[in-house]
């Protein structure tokens, strides 16, 4: 009795250390003084790499970067988008090289074949620019208090994602969706799950000035990077162009803060950055993958049997979810129920307001990819299904099974009655199973430019 007792009370200090200790952490984490005029640089220089990510060649290319037109409206003092200035000059520039890219093009083989083309993608940023997005990715600096970075809701050990129905922003509060994957976002033309941002760049001003996510505004953000030693020597790098001084008569690996004038960091470059570092990430190279280019034995029999179902026109799944990429980048309203006690929610019917169809994308989200889908639990634009059987039987139950009495959906023709047997639900499952291909997760810095830490806190704590 008396031993049962200790136990139990072990237990209990243990649990209450626990929790105090992480209260702690979490809140000196939120109570670190706001200065970005960091320290570390003390404890060594930050160098951005210069070598591409895996799967990419470097290559010549003599046309600036593929920056997307900007809202200019969220640069303070605003000179214009970083391409419209820089003119056309000879640079190393990293390319994705990609079995998928010598195969024809999707038509004349059949949807749901496997040796199809890939859609057009953004690639061709510099090796630095691709690593300066890294750290800023993983940098709590760039949240309004310090205490979230980009990684905090889309982390790389969770398929960059979170595990949360809907993510935590900066307020401590749940935010309106989930947390999409950000693996082949480099071959995306629309993002968020009601499709409202068309470029990674203008996607990132979402994240980044919401009050419920980072919470931060234009001023303030380029306010801490331009008070950060590091950063600015991270920028002249990464955008050489805009360092005053002639870059021939400067060695840019050897600048000295104040041996010469740094740049002042723009916005745009802030954006052009994160969405390097984001293309980067590349997944094709699952055991799918090589069956897909002719190695059988990739697949065991039921993940191929379940493949098949998968691609079927019973199941239908591929001609939404298309292989390659397990999306055809296109939005549908397929009826999937919000968590008890949410409000319904319109999704793409919101983005496309000013337009005379919009009524049609009442409830229509963006076709998700799922690449790396076992990684990213709970599915669908809330988090409502813990796993993915229940997903799959989501489907299963029929064509609108799950719209509110009083909302009449234009539910998308592709959704069906497809009456599948438990097994064959189960053996989609497995398939899914085999979309996981994790070999090019980037390195989460050791430690970022601002020497904050709030990432990894908000890790430990969940
Ligand atoms: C508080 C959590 C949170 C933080 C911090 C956050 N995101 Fe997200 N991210 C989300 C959620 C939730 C969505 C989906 C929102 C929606 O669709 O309405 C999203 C969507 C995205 C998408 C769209 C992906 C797609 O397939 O449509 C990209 C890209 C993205 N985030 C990148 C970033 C970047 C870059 C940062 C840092 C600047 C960042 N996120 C910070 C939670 C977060
Ligand atoms: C008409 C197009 C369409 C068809 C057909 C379709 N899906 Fe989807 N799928 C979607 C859309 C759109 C979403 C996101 C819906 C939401 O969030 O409310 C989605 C979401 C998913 C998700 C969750 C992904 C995530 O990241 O949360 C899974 C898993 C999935 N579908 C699997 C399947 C399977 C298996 C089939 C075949 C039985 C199928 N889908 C058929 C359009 C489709």
Redesign the pocket.
């Known amino acids: 009795m008396l031993k049962a007792m200790s136990k139990v009370m072990f237990k209990l200090i243990f649990k209450f250390a626990a929790i105090f200790t992480c209260l702690f952490i979490f809140k000196s984490s939120f109570a670190v003084e706001f200065d970005s005029s960091e320290s570390s640089l003390e404890k060594g220089e930050f160098q951005l790499s210069t070598r591409c990510p895996p799967s990419f060649e470097l290559v010549m290319s003599d046309s600036t970067i593929s920056d997307s037109p900007l809202p200019k409206s969220t640069e303070p003092k605003s000179t214009g988008p970083e391409s419209s200035q820089s003119q056309a000059k000879q640079q190393s520039v990293c390319r994705l090289v990609n079995q998928y890219q010598f195969y024809n093009s999707v038509q004349g083989r059949g949807v749901g074949g496997t040796q199809t083309s890939l859609p057009k993608h953004r690639d061709g940023f510099t090796p630095e620019q691709i690593d300066l997005g890294r750290y800023l990715f993983f940098d709590p600096l760039l949240s309004k208090d310090g205490s979230i970075s980009c990684a905090s809701c889309h982390q790389p050990d969770k398929g960059f994602?979170d595990d949360l129905d809907r993510s935590i922003g900066i307020t401590g509060n749940k935010v309106a969706?989930?947390s999409?994957?950000l693996w082949n976002v480099a071959f995306l033309d629309k993002f968020f799950?009601d499709a409202r941002a068309t470029t990674l760049e203008q996607q990132a001003l979402g994240p980044l000035f919401d009050a419920e996510e980072m919470g931060n505004t234009p001023e303030q953000l380029l306010k801490s990077l331009n008070n950060n030693k590091s950063y600015l020597k991270l920028f002249s790098q990464a955008f050489p162009h805009s360092v005053t001084t002639k870059p021939s008569t400067v060695k840019l690996a050897t600048i000295k803060p104040g041996t010469i004038k740094l740049a002042t960091i723009k916005l745009s470059q802030v954006y052009t950055a994160l969405t390097a570092f984001q293309t980067s990430l590349i997944s094709l190279n699952s055991r799918y993958d090589r069956y897909a280019h002719g190695y059988k034995q990739a697949l065991t029999k039921r993940e191929i049997a379940g493949l098949n179902?998968?691609r079927s026109f019973v199941?239908?799944?591929?001609?939404?979810?298309q292989p390659p990429l397990f999306t055809?980048n296109?939005?549908?309203?397929?009826?999937?129920p919000e968590p008890e006690g949410r409000v319904f929610?319109m999704?793409a019917e919101k983005t496309y307001a000013n337009n005379k169809n919009a009524a049609k994308l009442r409830?229509?989200?963006?076709?998700?990819?799922?690449r790396n889908?076992v990684k990213?639990?709970?599915?669908?634009?809330?988090?409502?299904?813990d796993n993915?059987l229940d997903?799959?039987k989501f489907?299963?139950d029929g064509r609108g099974n799950s719209v509110p009495e009083n909302e009449k959906l234009l539910?998308?023709?592709?959704?069906?009655e497809?009456d599948?047997t438990d097994d064959e639900?189960a053996s989609?499952?497995d398939f899914?199973g085999a979309l996981t291909d994790e070999s090019l997760t980037p390195k989460v810095p050791e430690r970022v430019p601002s020497g904050l830490n709030g990432t990894r806190l908000r890790v430990i704590c969940k």
């Open positions: 994602s969706r989930s999409p994957t799950w179902v998968f199941a239908r799944c591929a001609e939404c979810h055809n296109q939005i549908a309203v397929i009826g999937t929610d999704g409830g229509g989200f963006k076709v998700p990819t799922l889908i990213t639990a709970p599915y669908m634009h809330s988090g409502r299904y993915l997903t799959v489907y299963n539910l998308h023709w592709h959704i069906s497809p599948l639900m989609i499952v899914l």
